[in-house]
């Protein structure tokens, strides 16, 4: 069964660094999205992608975050100046045409801020 | 405002015996309603999906779920658990018109299986 590929599965980075995820989705897909879920709290949406641009993004999704598809295959979630609150693990997601749903993820990035 | 809620953050049950964890959705209209697995150090699986029509769902791994607009709820159900069903599960509702597709997660129910 076509799998969402998230690399790395853990990523370590200083403070005030860049950081990029980065996902392959399932390759008939079209909508992709971002969330991420902070140790102990629920999963919460990012950021959504479709048609080359973002469709819809939440308040945490601010200048600090971007997305980019830069080939047919990667989907990359880039953090430009890290916090410490960043640290959670991320998750990516993709799903065909039909209203965006069901999404499939993937395993997951965990990011320690340190 | 979306939001679905999961009343119950820790669940322990006998191997063998039922299951059934609860979801609240509130949507302005229908939602799309999903049940998650997700396994330590694992990713997201989806076990069942409702999008419109017959209201008792079939997923994988002898779940279901049934869709009661009355109660506004989705719970999910399973009459036998294995020890391999402990995990956290997550409700999840997305809005089902418009171009808003995001997915709105409860907080998740820990599902401990006594042998």
């Known amino acids: 069964e076509p799998e969402v590929t998230q690399t790395p599965s853990h990523q370590v980075t200083q403070m005030g660094q860049e950081v990029i995820l980065r996902c392959v989705p399932i390759?008939?897909?079209?909508?992709f999205y971002w969330y991420r879920q902070i140790l102990g709290q629920k999963v919460e949406f990012l950021v959504s992608f479709y048609n080359n641009e973002i469709s819809e993004k939440s308040e945490i999704f601010d200048d600090q975050f971007s997305v980019e598809r830069p080939d047919g295959s990667n989907f990359t979630l880039k953090i430009r100046s890290t916090k410490l609150e960043d640290s959670a693990m991320y998750f990516c997601?993709?799903?065909?045409?039909?209203?965006?749903?069901?999404?499939?993820f993937g395993d997951g990035t965990r990011l320690s801020i340190l | 405002a979306q939001s679905v809620t999961q009343p119950d953050i820790h669940i322990t049950v006998s191997e063998g015996a039922s299951l059934e964890l609860r979801c609240n959705y509130s949507y302005g209209a229908t939602p799309y309603l999903f049940w998650y697995v997700q396994s330590p150090g694992q990713g997201l699986q989806l076990l069942l999906k409702?999008?419109?029509?017959?209201?008792l769902v079939q997923g994988i791994k002898g779940f279901e779920a049934e869709f009661k607009r009355s109660q506004s709820s989705f719970n999910l159900r399973k009459p036998s658990v294995h020890w391999s069903d402990a995990a956290e599960y997550f409700c999840a509702g997305s809005n089902s018109g418009g171009s808003n597709y995001k997915l709105t997660f409860g907080k998740g129910t820990l599902l401990t299986v006594n042998p």
């Open positions: 997601a993709s799903s065909d045409l039909v209203r965006g749903q069901p999404q499939h």
């Open positions: 409702y999008f419109s029509g017959d209201t």
């Open positions: 390759s008939n897909h079209l909508y």
